[in-house]
């Protein structure tokens, strides 16, 4: 579904292997302006790694990246570091500086990467900081925070070099049920603000009511695309409603 009509990050025929299997086989896909792509599907199917490939985290075998509609030349350092600035990436595992407070884990990048000076590093942190909710946490070291408020300082993090698009690789799987529905709501406010996202989840609901298009993966291959109303109506069909009905049925036995 084109939203705003301006490719911002493509790749085409992206393929990886490792140890001699095949884990994506000539993958393309493009995040419109303002979209949120959702990616969806088992557990080796290739969610992570795709993500990790189009921001060259792991450097495909084959197929080409296209930045707003330029192609990356990903031999060149200086290519990738401007890849890497204009496309944001959110792990699993937060990835936080033990050591910073969170006022500094955001800052951090704003004066070694963009050369800020500290005190204007800090001022912009400190919003993005309250953008996500944790203006009163910003002196807070990440062993003083929970799980939902250190995924939501990497989010401010993110935000704060002005990122083009965002990748997010299952950003709730680390967390506990009850704090979930904080990031998620963080995530939910971004793409009604127009942030360009792709996201990998096994949150059903938030696929539903806020992706403009989901992408189930299966063995290293899109099997199926479409709008959330196409491809999750009860009479569908699809192997991404059975899919999602499993998981469905397993939350609420749990």
Known sequence: ????????????????????????????????????????????????????????????????????????????????????????????????FDHLNALDNVSIALRKVKG?????????????????????????????????????????????????????DEPTSALDPEITGEVLAVIRALAQAGMTMMMATHQVGFARTVADEILFMQDGVVIEQGTPAELLAPDSGTRTLFFCSHLSGLEAAG
Do not use: W
């Not at 350092?77 to 936080?96: E, H």
């Not at 990440?142 to 070099?161: C, D, T, Y």
């Open 1 to 96: 579904m084109v939203k705003g009509g301006n490719t911002v990050l493509r790749v085409e025929g992206i393929c990886k292997s490792f140890s001699g299997k095949p884990i994506l086989r000539s993958v393309s896909v493009g995040l419109s302006k303002g979209e949120l792509k959702v990616l969806i599907g088992p557990s080796g199917g290739g969610k992570s790694t795709l993500l990790q490939c189009m921001n060259h985290l792991i450097p495909p075998d084959a197929g080409q990246i296209f930045l707003e509609e330029k192609p990356v030349d990903t031999r060149s350092k200086k290519a990738l570091y401007a890849l890497r600035q204009q496309v944001g990436m959110i792990f699993q595992d937060f990835n936080l």
């Open 116 to 168: 800020l000076p500290r005190s204007e590093a800090h001022e912009r942190a400190a919003a993005e900081l309250e953008r996500v909710g944790l203006a009163d946490k910003i002196r807070h070291y990440p062993a003083e925070l929970s799980g939902g408020q250190k995924q939501r300082v990497s989010i401010a993090r993110a935000l704060a070099m002005d990122p083009k698009a965002i990748l997010l």
